[in-house]
């Protein structure tokens, strides 16, 4: 499957086998590292750049915890130019995921194939993240508030000629420019 954008990957990585914590009994523990340094769909309309961390799981009585830091990268809107931007973050994850005798039905559940799915709870941090405001640049100016355009450092520039420009001080290759127009 090919994207706009290029590949990606397919969210079944996000899906970890934990059935021989099962068997182990409560107690058992297990790391994960997890490094997917390449575009993946977490969801229809969900995609992470990229995804590194270490989670552990520990087999509990009713289920399988989930605990871990996670750094993720993902495109969202700059909240001051409306760009997108690679926005990296980084969560802390602590989920207990039920065992399917403990639970009717929850995205936080151990299937009935001894999987534990990541894909709900990281769509559910993005959305949280994605609530919070971010800048593509820490001296990103936005957009102006006459023209709608970008706002950028060259622009403050070009505007700070102008200005002069108009003050009388004319830049001296405008200078040149104007003798010729005499
Ligand atoms: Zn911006």
């Known amino acids: 499957m090919n994207h706009p954008n290029g590949s990606y990957l397919n969210k079944r990585l996000l899906r970890l086998q934990v059935g021989f914590l099962l068997s182990a009994g409560p107690g058992a523990c297990r790391t994960f590292p ?26 509990a009585k009713d289920g399988v915890l989930l605990q871990g830091k996670l750094a993720i990268s993902h495109l969202r809107e ?9 926005h990296r973050f980084e969560l802390d ?7 399917p005798s403990f639970v009717e039905k929850s995205i936080f559940r151990v ?28 001296d990103c100016r936005g ?16 505007v700070a000629s102008l200005a002069k420009a108009e003050a009388g001080a004319i ?12």
């Not at 969900?46 to 270490?54: D, H, K, Q």
């Not at 700059?78 to 690679?86: A, I, K, Q, T, Y």
């Not at 709900?120 to 994605?130: G, T, V």
């Open 34 to 59: 997890l490094d997917i340094p390449q575009r993946l769909q977490v969801d229809d309309d969900l995609f992470v750049e990229s995804l590194a961390g270490e989670l552990a799981l520990t087999r």
């Open 78 to 86: 700059c909240d001051r130019c409306l760009e997108p931007f690679e």
């Open 93 to 99: 994850i602590a989920e207990l995921y039920a065992l």
């Open 143 to 158: 957009l102006s508030a006459e023209t709608g355009d970008k706002l950028s450092v060259e622009s403050d520039w070009a």
């Open 111 to 138: 299937d009935s194939n001894g999987e534990i799915d990541l894909a709900p709870l990281l769509r559910e941090e993005a959305l949280i993240e994605a609530s919070y405001r971010a800048v593509c640049r820490d």
């Open 171 to 182: 830049d001296p290759r405008m200078a040149v420019l104007k003798q010729l127009l005499v």
